[in-house]
Structures are given as C-alpha cells and as structure tokens.
C-alpha cells in the first residue's frame, strides 16, 4: 500500500525538533504547524516515519508517537470530522504491526498504548492480522520481542476487555476461550523461569523474567475477570490455584530481591490479591467456587502470618478489603423477612452457607482480638505523626478513602465484624475491652498502646 504524502517527513522532523525544544520562541511556532497539519493527508505516516527512524532523537520520536496518538482519538472514527484516510489507516496498521522491536522502554509502552487505542476502535473487523501477530511475537525465542509483545498484548485485551456492547463482550469471550490456556501455560513457563532465574547472577535476566511473568498475569488477569461467563471451567479454576499457590513465592522474593525487581515482585503479588477482589466486586455469585478458598487465603496472612516480615502493608489492605467485601455483600443474604421473596438464584443460599460455615465462633473472636491487639494499637511512626501534626492526623476521609490505608480500612472491617455478628461478638468484645482496664505503668508502653486500643473498640 501506498500514499501520496502532503507532508515531507523531514518538514515533519524539523517542526518535531523545534517542538521539542525548550526554547518558547521555537516551539510555539512549531506548536502551531503541527496543529494546522493535523488534517493533511499523509501527515500521521510521516510522523511514524519520523518515530520509526531510530538514528533520531529519543525525544522527538517520543513526540511522533504522542501527536499519532492524539491524532489517532480526533481522527480515526469514520465519523470524525476530517477524518483520516482508508488508505492512511491502512499503512498505519501494518507498520505498527511490524513494530514489536521497540528497544526503548518508554517509546515501547507508548506504541503500546497507541495500538490499544487502534485496536478498540478497529480490531478484529479491520485489523483481523493484530492478534495473530502479537501472539507470533510471544512464542518468540528472543526475550525482547516475547516481552514487547507481551505488553502490546495486555494493552490491547484491557482495551478490548472495556468495550461493553453486547456484540463487543461476545467477541471479547471468543478470544478468551482461544488465548487463555495458551498464556496460561506460558506464565507457567514463565514462572519456572523466575524461580531459576531468582537463584542466578544475572540481575538483568532476572527483571526481564519478573516482567514478563507480571504482563503474562495481567493478560490472564483481564481474560478471567471480563471473558468467562462461568467460572466452573478448568482453566478458570487453575489460574485461580496458581494465584493462590504463587502469592508466598512472590512475597519471598520481594524480601530477598532489591530495586527494580523487588518493586516487580511486590507488584506482581498485589496483583493477586487484586484478581479476587476485582473478580468478587464485578460476579459475586460467579466467584462462589473461590469464596471459601479465598477467606482462607486472606485470614492467612492477616492472622497466622500477622507478624511475618513477608508481608507489606498495601497487601495487608488489600486482604482486609477482600474480607470487607464478602462480609457486607449483599448477594450473600438470604431475605430477612417473612415477606421478603425468596431469592431465585440458588446460589446466593449456597454464598450464604459458605460465609457463615468460614466465619465461625472461634474464627471471629481470634479475628477481633487480631484486629484489636495487633492491627489497633498505635505504631511508632503513627505517634510521631500524631505529636508533630496532630490536625493531620486526625482527618478522615471520606468515600472508599479507607481502602488505601491499613488503620481506616481495619477500622471498617472490626464494624463490619460487629455490624453482621453483633450476638455472637457481643461477650468476647466485652471481655476483651475488660482485659485492658485498670491501673497500669506509665512507661510500659505496649500496655498503654493496648488500653488505648481498648477505648477504641468502645467509641466504635
């Protein structure tokens, strides 16, 4: 294929360098003819032209790119005012098809972006030949090529995976049910090669395995929350078992890793915890055959693993949300009422059944007294913000504030506790407060951090 273009791309190059340049009497110039060209035919295939030619600088590539894709959002719809070209799209398409080998981070996570963006709009009607190809470059053997196909994939199905028409979530299933056990069994892959990559030298080799496993799980992420319409299927409750299974491995290393790989490691095992919420706040019902597996997973590591130096505080949240979300929701009530109407799913009495076998006698006051001795009493940093600006630490937010702090979101979990079993916490609470009072010393700090734990549980 090929255009007429009204725009030379060494004109384009100039106008980019001038754009990029610090100096306001050169950029607003610039500033203003790329604006003016924004309509011309053939001016978006010269700035990928320009983007594509990896002898010029980085920053006026990165330029290229950023005025492709906001061309890409005025000017792509048929509809749009001074829209583009067929034949313009056209190339535009099959170039960024060949372009996986971007060697530069930033310029990669870009084209990714903007090929998410083509691909919404596009993808599969006009652009059958995208996934096939993304996919060609995951079975890749050259590292780069598997991870930079990795990351326009992910980019891609989370555009897809937001479309909600009807025709769009039935297309959305279909590649579901073509993909996910081939990027399922890759991850696997990828997480054996982490485990061996984790006991080398090679820091390098490392963080690409740690990165590539991280966009792997976000793929499977996106295809298990939007792309099954029933999660009692095999490859559904696999990848639910790796989650499962690989949080410790991940939470290890993230102790024993630094830098860039610990942050990868860190983020990889929020993204589990992340899966089971998402997955319960998006199909309740559907998340029944987790529901058991994943109250234990979270009183795990909130009560037996409490203590452990594995454990960071945004993951700790996260569990607490997770527990949070099942205790308040409502698909997992059956009518309270004699009058009310019996629920026709049956699987909300099943939900039922599972919340409150798991949240037996003995599992909510070894919860409370968690909650109260070991996540309410004040921390060190938390008593010096409170003598240096005592204002500040007494605000609360508002909204879903509570979910992105440990102290407000272990506050809303205790009312939750007490909100659905108030009978059967009423006695232990009034225990536990009674164990706190009395005269203590003044310099026993933990003891005064515990009284005032207890007067916490009595203003609730």
């Not at 009204?6 to 500033?31: T, W, Y």
């Not at 919340?355 to 010096?384: A, G, I, N, W």
Request: charged content about 25%; overall charge neutral.
């Amino acid at each position: 294929l090929c255009i007429v273009m009204s725009v030379s791309v060494e004109g384009v190059f100039d106008v980019l360098s001038r754009a990029a340049s610090q100096s306001l009497e050169l950029l607003k110039p610039a500033e203003q003819q790329l604006k003016e060209w924004e309509t011309y035919p053939g001016f978006y295939s010269s700035l990928f032209a320009v983007y594509s030619n990896a002898t010029l600088p980085l920053n006026v590539r990165f330029l290229a790119v950023l005025y492709i894709k906001n061309g890409v959002d005025r000017y792509w719809r048929k509809t749009a005012k001074n829209a583009l070209q067929e034949s313009e799209k056209a190339v535009l398409r099959t170039r960024l098809t060949d372009s996986i080998n971007e060697p530069h981070n930033q310029l990669a996570t870009q084209l990714a972006v903007l090929i998410a963006r083509i691909a919404r709009l596009d993808c599969p009607h006009h652009w059958p030949q995208l996934l096939p190809n993304l996919l060609d470059g995951v079975r890749s053997d050259q590292s780069l090529s598997q991870q930079r196909a990795l990351l326009m994939l992910k980019h891609v199905v989370a555009s897809l995976a937001s479309k909600r028409l009807v025709d769009s979530r039935k297309i959305f299933r279909e590649l579901t049910s073509s993909i996910f056990e081939f990027i399922l069994k890759l991850w696997m892959l990828q997480l054996e090669q982490v485990h061996v990559a984790a006991h080398g030298e090679d820091s390098g080799a490392l963080m690409l395995s740690l990165d590539k496993s991280k966009l792997a799980a976000k793929v499977l992420r996106l295809l298990f929350l939007y792309g099954f319409q029933s999660y009692d299927c095999e490859e559904a409750k696999a990848f639910f078992r790796l989650v499962v299974d690989k949080t410790p491995v991940f939470l290890h290393l993230r102790v024993q890793l630094a830098n860039r790989s610990r942050e990868l490691a860190e983020k990889t095992a929020l993204l589990f915890i992340k899966v089971m919420i998402e997955c319960q706040e998006i199909s309740p019902l559907d998340f029944l055959p987790f529901l058991k597996e994943s109250l234990e997973y979270v009183t795990h590591y909130v009560i037996e693993q409490r203590s452990s130096s594995l454990l960071f505080e945004r993951f700790v949240v996260h569990c607490f949300v997770l527990m949070k979300n099942v205790l308040k929701c409502d698909k997992y009530r059956p009518p309270r009422e004699k009058d009310e109407v019996a629920p026709s799913d049956s699987r909300i009495l099943d939900a039922y059944k599972v919340k409150m076998s798991f949240f037996s006698y003995e599992t909510l006051v070894t919860l409370c007294q968690t909650v109260v001795s070991h996540y309410f009493p004040l921390t060190r940093e938390e008593l010096d913000e409170w003598q240096s600006d005592p204002e500040s630490f007494a605000y609360q937010e508002a909204g879903d504030a509570w979910k992105y702090s440990l102290r407000p979101c272990v506050e809303v979990v205790f009312m939750s506790l007490v909100s659905e079993f108030r009978l059967a916490l009423c006695s232990s609470i009034v225990e536990m407060v009674n164990q706190v009072q009395g005269k203590l010393n003044p310099a026993d700090t933990q003891s005064v951090l515990l009284k005032d734990a207890g007067r916490v549980v009595v203003y609730m």
